[in-house]
């Protein structure tokens, strides 16, 4: 299987993909991800205004297959949701890294961002994942 993995995203282990714009970080789940939860049916995502820490649990996707969390990849405050998703929770599916975006943060602690993964290591990751 040949998944998309944009090089200009960072990564996590638990198939979060974050973009930086500005001061803005946005978060989603992996084509990876999507692929392996298969069609998904709805997404339970948190306020604006939440805060979160790294690695807590901020929502989750349903799916026809499964249950997945949507897992903080770093520290912060919840700006702004991809309200569309509500209505139209297959943007997660069809446009991973684009529509489909989760949510956007503002960090409280920058030094987490060198723990995410750069996109050859997520693929690494992906790798050993599927054997």
Known sequence: MSYEFPSELMYTTTHEWVRFE??????GITDYAQHNLGDIVFIELPDVGMVFEKESHA?????????GDLIMPLSGEVIEINKRLVDN???ANNSPYD???????????????EELISVEDYKEYVKSEEQ
Do not use: D, F, R
Not at 59 to 67: D, H, L, P, R, T
């Open 59 to 67: 929502g989750e996707i349903e799916s026809v297959k499964a249950v």
């Open 22 to 27: 500005n001061s803005v970080t946005v978060v």
């Open 89 to 91: 929770p297959e943007l």
């Open 99 to 113: 529509s489909g975006w989760m949510m956007k943060i503002k960090i409280s602690h920058p030094n987490e961002i």
